[in-house]
């Protein structure tokens, strides 16, 4: 219902057009950064949900904007999302710190920390309404759907050290790992943001907004931890038109 509801919707904007203005082709650069958050555990409140505890990452993206008119636009835009860090802590219990013990003397003889990191590529269309067209500073709202390519590196560095020490159990063959690994999924990105220019040719922008990916269950380890990918961003970009076409 959602997806049938946003394509009514490109489809009801396609028919704002006011042809007594002049059309343009603009390349669109942005970049900022964005945070994760939703519920922090699961069911049971015993198991960390994955997504919520990524520390804040950069974004980047970049597309082509066809001006349908001075109210309206269409953008195609590919961008890439990276979280090079997760942490959740309980108390003084932090989930990926490790410390090993040796097996007859119960002295601890190595510690660590294990990695987790994030990584979304997505390319999605995104339909841009503009507020006030005649002045420098012009406010829009934009909606846009996206395929995306999620993945999360988990670094298990337990096993290698607990391999390296020669104290691995009998079903300790190969690394464990607990977390959602790939996972294509439809987006979903509502949002706002302003252009200021002096001129339609060169502007720059600011734009937030909401990031929700459909995230697939069957990707999940646990059934208890499963989720959808849930993000507020940031970007501060430039908008370059290279392409005017006559008046209509």
Do not use: C
């Amino acid at each position: 219902m959602k997806t049938k509801g946003l394509i009514l919707l490109f489809l009801f904007l396609s028919l704002l057009t006011f042809s007594q203005f002049e059309q343009k082709v603009s390349i669109n650069i942005s970049a900022g950064m964005f945070k994760t958050f939703g519920y922090e555990t699961g069911e049971g409140d015993y198991d960390p949900l994955q997504m919520p505890h990524y520390r804040p990452g950069p974004i980047a993206e970049a597309g082509i904007q066809y001006n349908i008119n001075r109210r309206l636009s269409v953008m195609v835009s590919a961008g890439i999302m990276y979280s090079g860090s997760w942490s959740f802590m309980t108390g003084d219990y932090d989930y990926l710190h490790y410390t090993i013990f040796d097996p007859e003397t119960e002295e601890p003889i190595a510690e660590g920390i294990n990695k987790l990191n994030l990584f979304n590529l997505q390319a999605g269309i995104f339909p841009k309404f503009y507020l006030f067209p005649s002045k420098k500073w012009n406010p829009y709202l934009f909606a846009g759907i996206s395929m995306n390519f999620t993945s999360a590196k988990y670094t298990n560095n337990w096993w290698k050290d607990a391999d390296r020490l020669g104290v691995l159990g009998p079903d300790d063959e190969v690394p464990y790992d607990p977390f959602l690994e790939k996972n294509n999924g439809l987006g979903f990105i509502p949002g706002l943001g302003v252009e200021y220019g002096q001129t339609d040719r060169l502007r720059i922008y600011m734009s937030t907004g909401y990031y929700l990916i459909a995230l697939n269950e069957k990707n999940f380890k646990n059934e208890l931890v499963i989720e959808n990918f849930n993000a507020f961003f940031i970007q501060l970009g430039v908008r370059l038109a290279f392409l005017k076409s006559k008046d209509l």
